[in-house]
């Protein structure tokens, strides 16, 4: 990340990007004037195959936010949604697809990819692609970012990936099968109810997407998979507590409740039955705002790299993380992170402070430690007492 102390006139673009929506906070309060499509029942689709339209959800401003914020900056480091059942957490990860940029997809089973040798040099792939460099063929082509959702029940041998047995029995060859995680890579990893998945599994999870990749090892055969993807996680907090670990490990925590206001809770209701009677009616009622949004997601994306955070922003905000007694250093990661998505897509290319303001509840939500602080404290009164004791030697 760029941090850099500079006036405005010397980094800001001369002009800005044409945006259909004025800014990011605009999108996400979109809510359509047009008038919705009749409940007339369509036979044969399946609601599934046509998610709910992202904009058409009433109200959930922080959750849209957050969601988009991980589109467009995937080094936020996952977003985990906390709420009651039916508060349209799932409704809103699936109505992503709409939205979901484009991306430079692997040709390969190891997922390679050209920036991988830009970075790593050409060590840091597979000798097949090695020599596909070397030939100038390419290693990947331009692909829509993939929803995957990992099924509550799945085993750790499903999320890593295990010995392919079809080979074995009908080649006799032992090789390993790619497993969700490697399936998730340079995709968007959607787990609900994340708080009942099986320890060992979201650790794997969770260290595959620090890491960016990982490695199986089965008997003699190991091999190492890319797995660089957006987590997101959602939770009922009434159904299971989510250890502090996993917690710390979410760039941005939003914590969702339902409507409280009459009217909109009526304007979902509505939106939902007709929906239900006509979801490809719903989708083309807003086919044109969901494409524009698309396209600044997209935009976004591309204006990132060239985003930056001057020093002047960047250190109070860490004096006030200090200030509320947060440790992780993730905190701030995924604070600046999101600031910069936020800032990208308004078309700009300096955070400021408003910046920083925006996305600030999200990054910085439950992450103070009571345990943490009291043994800090703890820890203060053993080091004055041995002090104390150590003054005392010798006299
Ligand atoms: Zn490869």
């Known amino acids: ?43 044969g689709v399946r609601s599934e195959a046509l998610p709910f339209p992202f904009l058409a959800i009433v109200g959930q401003q922080e959750m849209k936010l957050a969601l988009l914020l991980g589109l467009i900056n995937p080094s936020i480091g996952g977003i985990l949604l906390v709420g009651p059942r039916g508060t349209a957490k799932t409704t809103a990860v699936r109505s992503l697809l709409d939205l979901l940029p484009q991306v430079e997809r692997s ?40 929803l995957i959702e990992l099924p509550l029940n799945s085993q750790l041998d499903d999320v890593v990936g295990g010995i392919d047995e079809r080979l074995v029995a009908t080649h006799g060859r032992q090789r390993v099968r790619r ?37 199986v090892r089965r008997g003699p055969i190991s091999a190492t ?7 997101v996680g959602s939770m009922n907090p009434e159904e299971g ?20 206001n009459l009217s909109e809770r009526l304007e979902a209701y509505r939106r939902v039955q007709v929906y239900l009677s006509n979801p490809r009616g719903m989708a ?21 790299p060239k985003v930056i955070l001057p020093d002047k922003i960047a250190k109070p905000a860490i004096k006030l993380i200090h200030k509320l007694g947060i440790d992780s250093l993730r905190s701030e990661i995924a604070w600046f992170e999101a600031a910069r998505a936020y800032t990208a ?13 925006a996305v600030a509840p999200m990054t910085l939500r439950l992450r103070r430690s009571a345990f943490m602080a ?8 053993e080091e004055l007492e041995l002090n104390v004791l150590l003054g005392g030697i010798g006299k």
Not at 243 to 258: A, C, S, T
Not at 345 to 357: Q, W, Y
């Open 1 to 43: 990340m760029a941090t850099v102390d500079s006036t405005p006139e010397e980094t800001e673009p001369k002009e800005r990007i044409a945006h259909p929506f004025r800014t990011l906070q605009e999108l996400v309060n979109f809510v359509s004037g047009k008038s919705l499509p009749s409940a007339e029942p369509e036979e």
């Open 107 to 146: 040709l390969c089973f190891y997922g390679c990819l050209p920036e991988d040798i830009e970075i790593g040099g050409i060590d840091a792939v597979c000798p097949d692609c090695s020599k596909k460099y070397a030939e100038g063929k390419p290693l990947s082509v331009q692909d829509r970012v993939h």
């Open 179 to 215: 497993g969700i995680l490697a399936q998730a890579d340079r995709n968007l990893l959607y787990i609900d109810e994340i708080n009942l998945l099986a320890d060992n599994i979201v650790d794997s999870i969770l260290d595959a997407a620090a890491q960016g990749s990982y490695t």
């Open 225 to 231: 998979y890319h797995a660089r993807f957006v987590l």
């Open 241 to 260: 507590r989510l250890r502090p670990q996993i917690l710390d490990r979410f760039g941005l925590r939003v914590i969702v409740r339902g409507l409280d």
């Open 284 to 304: 083309n009622s807003y086919s044109e705002e969901t494409l524009a949004a698309a396209e600044e997601i997209q935009s976004a994306r591309v204006q990132l």
């Open 345 to 357: 897509a308004d078309g700009r290319i300096k955070v400021t402070s408003e910046d920083l303001r």
């Open 374 to 381: 009291e043994y800090f404290n703890n820890q203060e009164g």
